[in-house]
């Protein structure tokens, strides 16, 4: 039995959309990531298209920068036979002066079975998911709020590498406040029982963090101790205002928070695993030693988004719902 046989429908994802890992249950996380498990075997063979979603059309609505999000959202639809279709910042009408809403509202007019959003606006995938009760919205990032699929992928990373996550101790650091990632890591391993820490300057940790169930650490080296993977954060220059000073200069905060080989020897446990969601400000967050290092981690968490997202359209489009029919039927 797996999620994937139709003859199982014990944990079937019944949402319409993805919004956010802090709207999902434990069951429903390890459940998206069992599916995202037997997704990843087809990404390894030679020829990698089925026709799972074969007559769906998923419009890709990304109105600020992506590199990896989007082209594996993109292999991932279409190594499942669905249509694309790509609409980007700079080339749609939003720099006309449409709103999302409004851009949102006009696509779903054209009846595409799904939409994944990223947009700037905290809140925005869910408000356009609201508005839109025939189509499937998954949250491709909105703004500083969440990253659901990054949160998934990096979950799926860790238990692969750790084999589980209860009592596992995952350190994030960096730029908390106004990181998505860490918000979407922070809900996901919290539920699934993990040991959640943040680190980081205290003008880039938000005050109250501890209320979702993380403990709060200022210097690299207590952060470090005993944990099995270190999560590193890009600064998120562009959502801070203009003329903030969240912490000295570039190279203090390297001092103090970027990870180098010595403070892994020094500091680290001697299996930790180090992970990054991309893009890397090498020198500042990571050292290039560590991110192409032993330690790292990094291309597996690229390597499993594209399994992820294909989990996440097929679960969103109902697919396992269908299948579970057919099995019946
Ligand atoms: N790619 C991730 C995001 O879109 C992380 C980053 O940009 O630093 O949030």
């Known amino acids: ?88 910042g700079g080339a749609s009408s939003a720099t006309k002066g449409e709103t999302l809403m409004d851009t949102a509202r006009n696509l779903a007019a054209m009846h595409p079975d799904i939409i994944v959003i990223r947009h700037s606006r905290a809140g925005g995938a869910a408000a356009v998911a609201k508005a839109l009760p025939d189509t499937s919205i998954i949250n491709a990032g909105d ?60 003008t880039l940790i938000p005050a109250g963090i501890e209320e979702l169930g993380v403990q709060v650490h200022h210097t690299l080296q207590t952060a470090m101790h005993g944990a099995d993977v270190l999560m590193a ?40 695993v180090v992970m990054h969601p991309g893009p890397i400000n090498r020198g500042i967050e990571l050292e290039p030693e560590v991110a192409d290092g032993e330690w790292s981690v990094i291309l597996n968490q690229v390597e499993n988004g594209v399994a992820v997202r294909m989990a996440c359209l097929y679960l969103a489009l109902g697919g396992e719902r269908a299948a579970a029919q057919e099995g019946r039927g």
Not at 26 to 39: K, M, N, P, R, Y
Not at 243 to 250: I, W, Y
């Open 1 to 88: 039995m797996g999620p994937l046989d139709p003859s199982d429908d014990s944990g079937l994802f019944r949402r319409k959309d993805l919004l956010g890992l802090r709207f999902l249950a434990a069951s429903e996380i390890t459940h998206i990531l069992d599916v995202a498990e037997q997704f990843r075997g087809l990404n390894l063979r030679s020829i990698k298209k089925v026709p799972t979603l074969r007559g769906k059309s998923v419009v890709h609505l990304f109105l600020e920068p992506s590199t990896r999000t989007r082209t594996s959202f993109d292999i991932a639809a279409k190594r499942m036979s669905a249509d694309t279709f790509s609409i980007s």
């Open 143 to 202: 703004g500083a709020c969440e990253h659901p699929t990054q949160g998934l992928l990096d979950l799926l990373t860790i238990r692969r590498a750790l084999g589980g996550f209860r009592g596992r101790v995952v350190t994030i650091i960096g730029d908390i406040t106004h990181s998505r990632v860490a918000r979407s890591n922070i809900h996901g391993l919290v539920k699934v029982g993990a040991i959640v820490r943040v680190c980081g300057p205290p």
């Open 233 to 272: 954060l890009r600064i998120q220059k562009e959502r801070i205002p203009r003329g903030g000073h969240f912490f000295p200069t570039t190279r203090e905060y390297s001092r103090l928070y970027g990870i180098n080989r010595d403070k892994l020897r020094r500091w680290g446990n001697k299996d930790v």
